[in-house]
């Protein structure tokens, strides 16, 4: 028997069957405004996704995440492993920004930006509308027994929805490897990058599964996002929302005593997670808008308004004005701007050179016939695009006994990207040496003059032991 | 079936949490299977790691990798001896990559020219006069493994430099010397390295 639409209720999912199989939705396609700016919004970040690693950036591709190298370069930007503190401010802006948009419309990247939708809706489902046909004939091939139609529409789907995954998996691995480096893997044996080639193995696999099989699975059952909705949305909050007051009691176009709405099921069979939006806001709700279009399309045809399904928050919904100024949006604001100005204090302050110095390996000091002596080892990375000469000394200013240096003497210079350890002996002649004392190690570094300055401790022997002979 | 109140009412749990209840739903089959595999898989692994040995423990991979870290190492020792560093200190190539690493770090104690004095804390090494041995060798083995005089400072730099690298700054030193000369050179202490 071919599977009917189901009838959604607020008590289970309706891609779940009672017996706990998956029931396959196949929603009709609506058109309108929000789908043909949901599309242009897709095709956008899809170029971008495949693009970002094309555009060579101060020599670098936009965003390279050299994992190799361990460095990390974002649009003419290279940080290098040093600097992944900054990864908070990218962890913790994500998250705010998911929180600040939320609050005034709600899921809007369920339903606009996140991959998951994007791929589905506008990638593999077109696919599968192209092939199979529209939402009743999907139906119909389900059911149908397999005979050579049935066989050779199936293979042509699943062969290419394999290839679009391969190209998504291998897209991934590029923002890692970047293209020239993926081209030339591409070209050699599996076995020379096992690791490259497992991965992109399983991801197609993954992504082929998801956008297959998994669908709106993900976002039903294992994505957080739609779990938050119920604390991070408000009644000032915009959802994809049924006027009910204008709506309700569904009844036939003719029925003077009935709402707005015509009982068409319009909305429903065009939902892609199964539910019907006049039960009120569910978290299945991705906020596609898919049955806003489908909505309107039918409100023109019986010559009412459009708008019974539109983004609309709780109080618009009873009668009153969105209020979108309120104690919560105006503390977000704050935040964000606080964000915005630690994040970019940070970033500035970040030098295109590192420098760390380190005792030598050994005794903490040595004693000769005339000096006390430290040895350290200092190291110092380029992360500059040109050569970088290091200067290194010790700050004279506020000693107390004369130090004598060594190493470093001319600079050390090193290559774009690269990194050197050098030796810096530090020395007190014996008899002016009074103790152990803190002294501060400042290196230079030119061209771009960024000073980096180190306290270390100058270690020695009791002074009396020194003295006594 | 034929009451779907009834059905409602089974489905739907005894308990409240402030004011919330719950449905006895179907969980859906492919999670309870991804949670069944995940039993399945971790008694294969717990059996392949900790008790039939099929699977490497990280211990395992760590001394296999040192291994192979420590034959290389071998290796290369192997193949230097005396008359073979003496031949990289007259390769111009090998000098010149052992006079960067020389400059780095060890110029700080010997000094630029290798002749360490005016408070420099090394020692010199240029003169007709070795501490622990006038032989090529002896002088690779105090570069890799320090000086055997452990309050001198002069520390084992195998661990950053690697052979390679402690050869060719050995030949970089060299390349002050002859064999000749190096052969009536003075030696204070029992040679090492030989």
Known sequence: ?469 | MSDPNKKYDDKLRPHVYDGIQEYDNHLPNWWLWSFYGAIIFSVIYWFSFYDAEIMKSDTDIVDAQMAEVEEIRLAAIGDINSDALWQMSRNPGFVESGQVIYMEKCAACHGPDLKAGGGLAGVNLVDAEWIWGNQPMSIYDVVTNGSPDKTKGMQSWVAELGPKKVSQVVAYVLSYHTEEGMAEATTLNTPVGL
Request: proline fraction near 5%; charged fraction near 20%; hydrophobic fraction near 45%.
């Open chain 1, 1 to 469: 028997m071919m599977a009917q639409p189901r009838k959604p209720s607020l008590d289970s999912v309706t891609s779940i069957n009672e017996d706990g199989s998956r029931f396959i939705i196949h929603p009709a396609d609506a058109q309108g405004n929000f789908k043909r700016w949901r599309r242009v919004t897709a095709l956008m970040l899809i170029g971008i996704y495949i693009l970002l690693p094309w555009i060579p950036i101060n020599g670098y591709p936009a965003i390279f995440l050299d994992v190799i190298e361990r460095r990390f370069h974002l649009f003419g930007f290279t940080l290098a492993a040093q600097d992944m503190w900054l990864l908070f401010f990218l962890v913790s802006g994500v998250a705010f920004t998911l929180f600040y948009i939320t609050a005034f419309l709600g899921r809007i990247w369920c339903g606009w930006a996140c991959p998951q939708t994007v791929f589905l809706e506008h990638v593999y489902r077109r696919i599968e509308r192209w092939i199979e046909g529209d939402a009743p004939k999907r139906r119909q091939l389900d059911a149908a027994s397999w005979d050579g139609t049935k066989l050779w529409k199936r293979l042509l789907k699943h062969s290419l929805f394999i290839v679009i995954s391969g190209l998504i998996a291998h897209m991934f691995l590029a923002y890692f490897i970047s293209i020239p480096q993926l081209w030339q893997w591409m070209h050699e044996a599996p076995t020379e990058h096992w690791g490259a080639f497992v991965f992109v193995f399983a991801a197609t696999f993954a992504i082929y599964l998801n956008y297959t099989w998994f669908r709106e699975q993900l976002c039903i059952v294992i994505c957080p996002y739609g779990r938050f909705q119920s604390a991070l949305i408000d009644d000032d909050t915009l959802n994809v929302a049924y006027d009910y007051q204008r709506g309700n009691p569904p009844g036939h176009v003719k029925d003077q005593e009935a709402g707005d709405c015509i009982d068409c099921k319009r909305c429903v069979q065009v939902c892609p997670t199964g539910i019907d939006i006049r039960q009120g806001l569910q978290l299945e709700c991705i906020g596609c808008a898919a049955c806003i279009d489908a909505c309107d399309e039918i409100m023109d045809k019986v010559e009412r308004p459009r708008g019974l399904i539109r983004y609309a928050s709780d109080r618009n919904l009873e009668g009153h004005a969105t209020r979108w100024i309120r104690p919560r949006t105006i503390l977000y604001t704050g935040l964000l701007f606080l964000g915005i100005a630690v994040a970019g204090f940070a970033l500035t302050s970040v030098e295109n050179v590192v420098a760390m110095t380190t005792r030598m390996p050994g005794a903490p000091f040595y004693v000769t016939d005339t000096h006390v002596r430290n040895q350290f080892q200092i190291r110092v990375v380029n992360k500059a695009t040109v050569d970088t000469t290091f200067n290194v000394m010790v700050q004279a200013s506020g000693l107390t006994v004369p130090i004598e240096t060594s190493g470093f003497e001319n600079g050390v210079t090193v290559t774009p990207m690269d990194e050197r350890n050098g030796t810096f002996v530090v020395q007190v002649p014996r008899e002016a040496f009074e103790g152990s004392f803190p002294f501060l190690i400042e290196i230079e570094a030119e061209p771009g003059g960024a000073r980096i300055i180190r306290e270390v401790e100058f270690l020695g022997p009791d002074p009396r032991l020194l003295k006594g002979d």
